[in-house]
Structure formats: C-alpha cells, structure tokens
C-alpha cells in the first residue's frame, strides 16, 4: 500500500510517500518479555505513521492474543511477562515510514520564466535539489567557458552555469530549453526552463556607389584607326559590377559588358576631332560611377606610318625560381601607296636588379658614367661592358639558343629571325628576334624568364627600325697606332627605336610548405586501487570506454565545493579519483595539449595539470597557494599508508594535485608587467 502526501519545503514541491518496512523481531519471550521496541531499533524512522503487530507462529493480530500487548507506532511493540503470568508469545512487528522522493527546481537568470535574453549574450542557469546528484538535458547550449551544457556529466545537487544564448548546432532560435534532472537512488526528477531569445535588429547598410580607380586609353588617334580604352574600378559591398560608355560620336548607342573588377572596350572614330567619351559602372542595385578621358583623332596623312606593339606577361604573380612567359605582337601601318617591306630589330628582356642607364659618355671615352637608384653591383660592370661592346649577330642555330614562339599576319609576308642574348650573369636576360614586315603585316615573338630575386619586375619589348649600315669615317691613318679602336671598328647596322612596351610581374619568395603537424598525445597511467589522474590533452575521455580496456570502474569522482560528485566523462582541466582493478596505461591523441585548468575556490581542490609539464611557480596565475601541490603516490617513495601523498614543485601531464588557496582564483601562466608609475 503506498500513500502520496505533498508538502511545500523551502519552495520546492517535495513528493513524500510511505511505504512499510520489513518485518522485525529483535527479541524472544524468555526473559522480562518480548521487546520490538522502536528505541531498541535503530533502523526505524523518527516518526513512523501506522504500525502492525502480529504473533510470529500463525500471525496472530496482537488484539486476538488476549495478552496485555502494547503496540503504538511511537513506541513499537511490547509484552510484559509480569502482567501475562510469564507467558508473553513471540511477537514481530512493522512500521510504515516516509519516503522522500527527489526534488528539482532550475532557473535561468533566477527565474522560473525569465526575461527574453540577447542572442549570443550570456546568462546564468542555476539549480537546486535534495537528491544526491543531477545530471544537465535539454538543447545543445554552449558554456560560456567552453563545451556544451549536455555534455557537463554528473553535476552536484545544487550549482549554477554560465551559458551562451545560442544553439551550438542551429544558431539562433527563439526559444531555447535547458533541463536538469536530478537522482536519489534510482528515483530521480527533472525540472525545465525555457528561455526566450531576441535578436538586436541591425539597419542594412546604405549601398554606395561603385569606386572608379582608373581609365586608360590613347590620347591620340588617326581617323580610321582602332583605339582601346580599359577602365578599373570595385563595388565597395563586393558586389558584380557592369561597364558601359559612350563614345560621343554621332550619338551612337552606348556599349556595355558585365564584369567583376577591370572591363576593356574598343573603337573606332571616323572622323576628325575632339572626343571624350564617357564610362559608366553600376552595380547590381543601379547606383553608378562615371569617368572619361579624352582623346584627339587626326586625319591620316599620305605616307603617315608607325610601328605598334603590345605586350603580356603570364603569369603576372610567380613564386621565386618559377617561370613566366612574355608575348608581344608587333604591327607595321603605312599609308604609303607601296608593298615593300621594312626591317626591325625586337629585343624583349627582364632584369632583375634596378636598370641601369647612360647618363654621359665622352665620344671615345673608355668609361661611362652610370646612374642607378641601388648600389650598383660588380656584377652590372659585365652587363654594361656588353651592352657598348660591338653586337655580334649569331649565324648558327647554336648560336640563336631556344627558338621564340614567332607568327606573322596580314598578307603572310612578315619574317622573323631570333638571336637569344643572355648576359653573362644572372642580373639581366634578353632575347633579340629580327623580323621584316611590310604595310599592315603583324609578327609575334614570345620567350621565357626566370626571376632570380623577389619583388616587381619589369619585362619590356623595344622595337627598333633598320635604319641602314653605319661604316666609321677614314682617318687616313688606318696603319697608324695612334688610331683609336673606334676607329678600327667594323661596319655596323643602325637602328632607330620606334615603338616599346612593358609589362610588370610580381616575383614572391617561394617557402616550403609547413611540416605536418604533429597530434597532441598523453598517457593516463593508472595502478591498482584508486588513482588521481588528469586529462593531458584537449579531449575527453569515456569513463564507459576507459573501464573497457582497463577495468575501471564505470565512474571517476571530482570534487567540488558541495563535495564529491561522479563523473561518466572526463574532461581536460580537472583532476579525478578513477579506482582500477589493474594497471593499465591508456593513451589520448588531440589537435593539442591542454592549456588552461579549472578554476579553484576557496580551500582545497583537486586539480588537472596542463598538457606540457610546468613548475608550479610559474603557473601560480593570481593564486595565493597555501599548500601543495601534492600528488597521490603508487611508488616506494611512499612513507606510510597513512600518507601516500608527495609533494611536487611542478605539474606533470595527466596527474592531478591536491592544492589548497585561500580564495578563489585561477591557475595559468605570470605575465610580467612594468612597474608601476611614479606616485
């Protein structure tokens, strides 16, 4: 028969119901009498409600015996052989005491409904009951020390937890439930508390117009003649931006490309004058930034001609040691009524050290005085010293080195020849190619470069015109010694510089990738009986797991300010008692080693040490340490059984240690700090 009473107690629902206890006969009838008094009975409750009294041959209620028999639930049972002429029957008795089952009350920010609470902002979740410990359910809330509320494990009966107004997995949600349940025995009860969550509303930001950051486009321009114009420029949100523009010739219709950062557009004006047009970028909003640039188109003279040439460099972001490619197609125009074709010289090098140039030179002088923006290296004295010394043109295909990538367009009569010149270290490298092109004819030429030293390098394209054979003037002393090497040269071919580019190539150091790393490991060593031990690395460890492979048992105890609670998990930070029926050595691998410990109160606490050793004198933080740190000993070091702990100066990884403080604090490295200023 069970009975169920509720009564209110310090503001929780307690459930008290009562149940009988076993029968009980403590005494027999020899003697004074039978006696199954409640004060000879230690194991009664205080205030029982009900008792029963029967005999213990044939359970004779105690009222059918016709004995003077006292049978109260304050007293018990009893039988007087005084007053039954000396023959009290044999009696036994039973009570019917409470039983109370636990109770749980949870609150969050000290209420049972709280107030809504900012989303990713903190609160405070604290509980109370009387049972003997409680485990944490509901969402997947995070601590705000780090971990989830979930995975807490065995908490005391009464505590409090910072958390984060956040779902771990699911981000925002308007209502979040944190429970607790807590245990007496196998009973156990929960309580829940929901917590309404808010966000703050964030204005959207204003779009702003795109930035324009340059347009480039000729100047100049001949009626007929196809110009290119590129424009630059980025959308301050990161957004796709469109180009279009308006070329301001006959109100012809705007042209437009959709884009991310850079757009190029060409055309062609058909007549002579003053033109600017105009350049629009918009973004996908329809906010707009506009630019122009001007250009002045002149009408073709008869004969007019000139040389073009573009350029590319590939890739324009290399790594040291790496290769980049450089094009480069030169164009021949003429408007002279005539086929015949011209001569030119392409030179297209790199160097890797700041240019070096001619400032003046004495016209027989045997030196040269040069400028440079760096100190000029032994190094340039080679390069300069081929650069005046007489071109030699190569005549063999060994001598021409790697052949160039070359082709030729309009009308098919272009021709090119390749002499590769490189110089005699590694400061400056070149290539020569000779071609012939007549009017309105193009010519590639391509080649490859090695930086030998990191940052912006310039790789250029100049375009000279044969301008026929120079022969040195007849002194009339060409036996005389006196006659300068000058003099003495031979016949040369002049060329005059008509038309050049330049491309620039962003050179990197080039670093080995990083070694891999390496996993954080540790290693629980656990003797037979019981064990003070610490997590040495930045995962947990499975009580259920741990007791698998070495015969622990199926929970480790930690101490808090309440006492001793269990734990199913281990988590790194703490110390633990974990008792095994074996030695066993139990290895943990992580990303990395534990770092920072748990935070200690007042008196003394069982701590985890950190994953890599450290002397505790370094690792005080703002603690005030009063005793310890004393470490649980397997060893026969050990002076008596009495006293198994030892004193150690420093925390080794995976052991934990007895240390008392006089106020809470936390361990973790002394920063040193300047002295204070000046009073």
Known sequence: MLVLAMLAFSGLAVATSYEWTEWKNRDGPAGSGDWETKIEMSDICENPIDIECKTVEGEIDYTQTGQAYTCTPSHGGSCDNSQNNYQCL?????????????????????????????????????????????????????????????????LPASGSETLVAKHNNLGYQSTLQVGIQCYIGVDSTKDLVHIPIHQVQVDEPVNQAPIITGVSGPTNLKVGEQGKWTISAYDPEGGILSYSVHWRDENLATESAPQDQTASFTHVYY????????????????????????????????????????????????????????????????????????????????????????????????AIR?????????????????????????????????????????????????????????????????????PGESATVSTYFTPRTKGTKLAKIKVYEYMGTVCPASTGAANSAEVSAVDRAPCRDNYKLVASASAKVDVSEQTPPPPPQEPATGTLVLYKGW?????????????????????????????????????RTLVPGFGYWVKSTQECKYQVEADDYTSSLSKLFSGWNLVGAPGNEEAISDYLGNCRITSGPWYYSHGPIVSSATNPYIYSAKLEPAKAYWIKVASACELGSIDEVPPAPPS
């Not at 969402?139 to 780090?146: A, N, R």
């Not at 324009?316 to 086929?339: H, P, R, W």
């Not at 295909?397 to 590694?426: F, L, M, Q, R, W």
């Open 271 to 366: 007549s002579a004058g003053t033109f600017k047009p105009v350049f629009t970028v918009s973004d996908v909003q329809g906010e707009a930034a506009q630019s122009s640039i001007s250009v002045n188109v002149k009408a073709s003279q008869p004969g007019e001609e000139s040389v073009e040439v573009t350029m590319a460099a590939e890739p324009q972001e290399i790594t040291l040691g790496d290769s980049f490619k450089v094009y480069g197609t030169i164009t021949y125009k003429s408007d002279a009524n005539t086929d015949e074709a011209k001569r030119f010289k392409v030179v297209t090098s790199f160097s890797n050290y700041p240019e070096v140039r001619a400032v003046s030179a004495a016209p027989k002088a045997k």
């Open 531 to 567: 064990n003070m031990v610490s997590v040495p690395v930045m995962e947990k460890i499975s009580m259920e797991r741990l007791a698998d492979e070495c015969g622990t048992s199926q929970y480790a105890w930690r101490l808090t300010e309440q006492g001793y609670v269990k734990e």
């Open 90 to 154: 044999d009696y036994k008795v039973r009570f019917k005491c409470p039983v109370t089952s636990p109770t749980t009350d949870i609150k969050a920010n000290g209420a049972d409904s709280p107030s809504s609470v900012q989303y990713e902002t903190t609160f405070t979740i604290s509980w109370t009951s009387n049972g003997e410990y409680c485990e944490p359910y509901g969402h997947f809330v995070p601590l705000q020390d780090g971990g989830l509320w979930t995975d807490l494990g065995n």
């Open 370 to 438: 040069l400028a440079a923006n760096d100190n000029i290296l032994d190094s340039v004295v080679k390069s300069v010293a081929q650069a005046i010394s007489p071109a030699k043109k190569a005549t063999t295909a060994k001598e021409a080195g790697p052949a160039a990538s070359t082709g030729s367009s309009g009308g098919g009569k272009g021709t090119v020849s390749a002499v590769a010149v490189v110089a005699g270290d590694i400061s400056s490298q070149q290539r020569v190619d000779y071609i012939s092109l007549g």
